[in-house]
Nanobody, 123 residues
Framework: QVQLVEVGGGMVQAGGSLRLSCAAS????????MGWFRQSPGKEREYVAA????????YYADSVKGRFTISRDSAKNTVYLQMTSLKPEDTAVYLC????????????????WGQGTQVTVSS
């Protein structure tokens, strides 16, 4: 059974940084794409970034490009989201997700989800 566990959320002031981790288990993820999404109260789930496990190709939403970096450590089966220059509008629950196959930005394309970790950015 696939499990995705996110850690690393917290509260930070605007301009600060946080690193989120997503530990994946339950199968071999070499053919998977891993994504980070976020959701705020009353808003739809929003794509943030994604990475293909095998080739390491990365993709970013325009709203985070240049500020966030997604990476993976195959030995640890872990995906990271390094967030810098954080803004109050980045406040959300951040969720890790996995899909078998190539990159898609739509949440509905992802098969497995973690529980999420809260990120709060104060002004």
């Amino acid at each position: 059974q696939v499990q995705l566990v996110e850690v690393g959320g917290g509260m930070v002031q605007a301009g600060g940084s946080l690193r989120l981790s997503c530990a994946a288990s339950g199968r071999t993820f070499s053919s998977y794409t891993m994504g980070w999404f976020r959701q705020s109260p009353g808003k739809e789930r929003e794509y943030v970034a994604a990475i293909t496990w095998s080739g390491g190709s990365t993709y970013y939403a325009d709203s985070v490009k240049g500020r966030f970096t997604i990476s993976r450590d195959s030995a640890k089966n872990t995906v990271y989201l390094q967030m810098t220059s954080l803004k109050p509008e980045d406040t959300a629950v951040y969720l890790c997700a996995a899909r078998r196959g190539g990159f898609y930005s739509a949440p509905v394309a992802y098969d497995y989800w973690g529980q999420g970790t809260q990120v709060t950015v104060s002004s």
